[in-house]
């Protein structure tokens, strides 16, 4: 019978994502998809639709829902459905909930919950949301170092029903200091006489709780744990950061560099869920100081408007030049920000990656001046768009690009440097910001380029 | 005595990452400084330095590596080192490394592997490294059905050094046919003379072997899992896919978006660790087809010749008006491209998001076209500049404005989509090569703008 489950014509459905719900149903239980499409419902419907779901698909899908979205559904609640769903979160999960309600709700939803609870959220609600502390789970498995093995694995047992993380077993003495840790594995497989702390390990890392969630999620990264324990500043363990908290915080951290790297500022919400005032302001912002940087483009034309006069095929090449400046200032930038991310670079690197952004710009730089040299030379009627001067245009536009390039590439690289030092995001340093620092830059030097070679014939 | 670890002076320590390595010793171990400035070192430092350690130490950092630099330790080691350290891998672990070993040297370093890990790991690497069977681990706990629980717990107990994820058990048939799931710590609460059939989950989410990583990272995601049974084509089970897989996925997911965004080919290793040629070879690539792109805009601007010879203030405006085209579909397509990525937007969204854009794109565009006006008209000596039809110059600006913004946000909102429809990268839509197409569309409504305003006066 239960074999029957497993039959080929079955396991399609599975494949897609879902099982039949148990032996004689074949529907597909409603989830997955609503869960897909859920950020395209309107509110009214979102609530509807929970309400519709009986107790286990509703709790699947709230525990799913991230916390703004929690939060969403909550303000439409009753009093009695705060009072069930409040209690049936995990304190994190609820303390993360509540930070999303509205000031004037959190009292009123805080009071829903259980003392115990109550207790628990309110510790996690004086941690900043993207502090380990903000992360973290207060529960967790614990046990004395003075038990045996015997002893540990049944008392975990007992634990397991309320604890998050289970994959290690922290050894706390009375006064909750973390003493060491135990895989659980290690627990199964010891001797059931021997004590806690003889098979504890004793090297530990651990998290401060102030510790910023960029700084956890690298620690993750790195060491490759699926659970880390957070202390106060004595020692005392306040809870375990497990990774599936750390994947959000990774994927939130990414796409917060990646928005703000376009030139927006992030947007804090799913695309499709940002009301149009809030999409138009969040990216006005940015927009609004880059055009008025790039205004001093215009200034600096305005100095040159005599050498334009008087060759107009100058302008030709002015938004292929700037551009070009611009494309590698925006690759230079995006590869060092996110090296910076990722903690493959620190501060103290900068030194070398100038040097390495000093040749590889000089390379690219070659590499377009030579592009450019051969369209200008070997274009059919080079004469006549480029004036009988055109050795000297393809000259110019050639020096200009080495320059404009190399120039891009330090600029690039170079700023996110800057404003890490400066204490700054150094994901600020946005592709369309440093785009616009060098275009300036770079009408200056395509037009310093064509005095040197132009004097004398076209200027 | 074991209390003494916790007081206050010696806790400093450990919240900087560390706990002395004993009661006794005070030093702390190498591992995470070593593993901090790993990427720093000469191939020939690392492996002085690896073998300097001792066992323990060399097992830590080994593990905490990513299989691209032990791939790198391999190449350097001795036959008996290989051996050693293959053999402590597990197989989904030891497949990776195998991955990033030159081809010559795999079927060398698999024979040193035992019969079982051989097998495991021959079966491993055919499915791709970015596939659901490439980052799986064949090393799961499994019980019967019709086990009692009491047995399935000691059965567990059993295989818990040797499995990988313990969170969830699978309930397999003689088959290996997945046939339900028991959470761990639902096993250690449920009465000893249960049957494992009565209390495992039967509604399933299962994961093909050969569903792509980043489709399963958004599963991880949008879940909230720990653990997910990857299964074949006729559902038996072939392993398990565990969050911390998928923190590295998702963070080299993220990596390879925002290299693509800021117009590089993904560089597949740290930015310090790529040599400066390849470095060179991967930016010079998008980097040529931009300019060669970017050099209609010197064919567009030839056939204004005579608009600007005329109208020499027209070309103070260029850098600014395109620039702006630019930035605001920057601003479009990374907010696009990440939404796509995050599974947000899908394509049918598509029309929705182009009526979006039109809307932020008309706003964003009079925004800046109401600054550029009053730049121009608020201008000291505005006749001086921008001569004394300078009302019309400010129309002609303001009006380009209007019309690059729009036509910024359209493309750049837009081009993801179509990318994705044709099956390609939408991340490959980069910022830089949206300001491309924008450029040269800008100069075109720039100039068309110019005609219709300045007609009959500068023109």
Known sequence: ?????????????SLKGHEPSDFEAAEETLEPTLLEEWSHL???DKVLRF??????EAEDLLLALPAREQALLFQEFSRAERRLWIRFLAPDDATDLIQELPEEMRAEVLNLVDETGRREITALLAYKEDEAGGLMSPRF???RPDMLVAEAIRYVRQQSQVVEAVHYIYVLDSAQHLLGVVAL????????DKKVSEIMETELVTVPAEMDQEAVSRLFTQHRWSALPVVDETGRMKGVVTVDDILDVSQEEATEDIQKLGGTEALDAPYPDVPLREMIRKRAGWLMILFVGEMFTATAMSAFEDEIARAVVLALFIPLIISSGGNSGSQATTLIIR?????ELKLADWWRVFLREVVT??????????????????WPNRSDIYTEHYLLVAFTVASSLIGVVLFGSIIGSMLPFLLRKLKLDPASASAPMVATLVDVTGLVIYFSCARIWLHGTLL
């Open 1 to 13: 019978m239960a074999d029957d489950i497993t039959a080929p014509e079955e396991n399609e459905k």
């Open 42 to 44: 309107y509110v009214e």
């Open 51 to 56: 309400r519709s779901l009986d107790n286990d």
């Open 141 to 143: 498995p614990r046990v």
């Open 185 to 192: 594995r290690n627990l199964f497989v010891s001797p059931g």
């Open 339 to 343: 090296a910076i991310a990722l903690g």
């Open 361 to 378: 710009g000089t390379a690219l730089g070659l590499i377009l001046a030579s592009i450019g040299m051969a369209r200008i030379l070997l």
